[in-house]
C-alpha cells in the first residue's frame, strides 16, 4: 500500500489504457498492488458529535426512508448489465447539444477532435459525479455522528452505504468504459471544503442534501435523457432512486429543524445556501475540457454562458433546489431578489420535495426488465 499526501488537489487529466484500447476492460484485474498508489488530501474538522441515548424513533416519515433504503439497495456488479460496449467511434452524447455548434473557434477542430470532445466532455461531468459522491459519502458518514436524533443517525449510516455505491458505479464507468479520468472542479471542491469542515452539522445538511444533491438529481436525470449508451442510462436510473430519498430525507428533517433557529441563525443559513448555488453555477462551466482542447478558456465560457440553451440548462438544475429552499423557511426575504437575479426566483413555486410520494419512492427497481443495451441501441437507430 503506497499512500503519498499532497498540499494541493491534483489538477491532472488521467488516461487509461480503457481510452486507447477497443473496448471496456476490467481494470480493477490488470491493477497489482504496486500500480496502486493512493493520493490523499488531509481537510481537518472540528466535528462536534452527538450520542442519542433515546433510541426511540419520533418522526415515522424518515423512518419510512430508512426502511425504504434498506429494501432497495442494489449491487452495481449484479444489478447492471456491463456486456455492452458503446462504440468509441460514435457520439456517446447528442452533439446536437453542444453550445459550441457553429463557433468558429470549435468549428476549427477535426471531426475526430470533435468526437473526442463528446467523449471528454461526458467524461468530464462524470468525473464531477463521481468527486460529488465522495464528498456525499464523507458528509453522510460525518452526519451519523453529528445528527441529533435517533432517526436521523440511522438514515445517515443508510445513505453513507448508498453514496458509497454511487461513488463505485461512476468509478467504474469513467474507469472500464471510457478511460479518461478529470479532475474535481475547483468549484466543487470549494464548496465540499466549506461544508466538511463548517462545525454547524446543519450547515453540512443544507450544503448537501439541498444544494449538492439536489442539483445532482436535475443533472443526473439531464445526462439520463442525453447520453446514447444504455449501460449509463441504467445506472442513472438506479443512482436517480437513491438521491431522490435523500433530498426527500433532508427537506422533511430540516423543515423541521430550521424552525427552531432564531431569524439571526436562519439568515446566515439563507445566506450560505445562496452563497453555495451561485458555485455551484460556476462549477457547471468545464473549463479543464476547453484547456484540453486549446479552446480559449474565456471565450469558451462566455459562449456557455451567452448560449440560449445553456441557460435554460443551467436554470432547470435549479428547478428542484429553489423549491426546497422556499419549503424549509430558507428562502427569506433577505436572499429573494438575490435568487431574483440570478434568474432562478420563478421556480420557487414549483412542487418541492417535502410531500413524500411514496408510491414513487417505492417502486421496485426496474418497473420492468431493463431494455437490453442491443435491443435500445436498434430502436435508437
Ligand atoms: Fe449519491
Ligand atoms: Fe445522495
Request: charged letters at 25%; hydrophobic letters at 40%.
Amino acid at each position: 500500500m503506497k499512500i503519498t499526501i499532497v498540499e494541493e488537489t491534483p489538477t491532472n487529466i488521467e488516461t487509461l489504457d480503457t481510452w486507447d484500447g477497443a473496448g471496456s476492460e476490467d481494470i480493477e484485474h490488470k491493477l497489482t498492488p504496486a500500480h496502486v498508489e493512493d493520493i490523499a488530501e488531509i481537510f481537518q474538522t472540528p466535528l462536534t458529535g452527538a450520542y442519542n441515548w433515546d433510541y426511540k424513533s419520533a418522526d415515522g416519515r424518515i423512518k419510512k426512508l430508512y426502511k425504504l433504503g434498506k429494501e432497495l439497495n442494489w449491487n452495481a456488479e449484479l444489478d447492471i448489465d456491463w456486456s455492452y460496449d458503446f462504440p468509441k467511434t460514435q457520439n456517446i452524447m447528442d452533439p446536437a447539444l453542444n453550445p459550441f455548434n457553429g463557433w468558429a473557434p470549435f468549428e476549427a477542430l477535426s471531426e475526430s477532435e470533435k468526437l473526442r470532445y463528446n467523449w471528454h466532455y461526458l467524461a468530464w461531468t462524470l468525473a464531477q459525479f463521481m468527486h460529488g459522491e465522495q464528498g456525499a459519502l464523507l458528509v453522510a458518514s460525518q452526519l451519523v455522528s453529528c445528527a441529533p436524533t435517533y432517526d436521523a443517525k440511522l438514515y445517515s449510516a443508510s445513505q453513507t452505504f448508498d453514496e458509497a455505491r454511487h461513488v463505485e458505479v461512476f468509478t467504474r464507468y469513467l474507469q472500464d468504459r471510457i478511460g479518461i479520468v478529470y479532475p474535481v472542479n475547483k468549484h466543487l471542491k470549494a464548496l465540499l471544503d466549506k461544508i466538511l469542515t463548517d462545525p454547524r452539522w446543519d450547515l453540512k445538511f443544507i450544503g448537501m442534501q439541498i444544494i449538492i444533491e439536489g442539483l445532482a438529481l436535475a443533472a443526473f436525470n439531464t445526462v439520463r435523457m442525453t447520453v446514447m449508451d444504455p449501460v449509463l442510462q441504467n445506472i442513472l436510473h438506479l443512482v436517480i432512486r437513491d438521491e431522490a430519498r435523500h433530498v426527500t430525507f433532508g427537506v422533511n428533517y430540516l423543515e423541521q429543524f430550521v424552525t427552531t433557529l432564531s431569524q439571526e441563525e436562519k439568515e446566515d443559513r439563507a445566506v450560505f445556501a445562496y452563497e453555495a448555488c451561485c458555485v455551484m453555477r460556476e462549477r457547471l462551466i468545464a473549463t479543464d475540457v476547453f484547456e484540453e482542447f486549446g479552446l480559449d478558456a474565456e471565450g469558451a465560457r462566455a459562449r456557455t454562458l451567452e448560449a440560449e440553451m445553456m441557460e435554460h440548462f443551467r436554470n432547470f438544475l435549479f428547478t428542484r433546489i429553489i423549491p426546497n429552499l422556499r419549503r424549509i423557511g430558507l428562502l427569506t426575504d433577505k436572499v429573494r431578489p438575490l435568487f431574483e437575479e440570478l434568474g432562478i426566483l420563478a421556480y420557487e413555486n414549483m412542487a418541492d420535495d417535502g410531500d413524500i410520494d411514496w408510491a414513487e419512492l417505492q417502486k421496485p427497481l426496474y418497473e420492468e426488465a431493463p431494455e437490453k443495451p442491443a435491443e435500445a441501441l436498434a430502436t435508437s437507430n
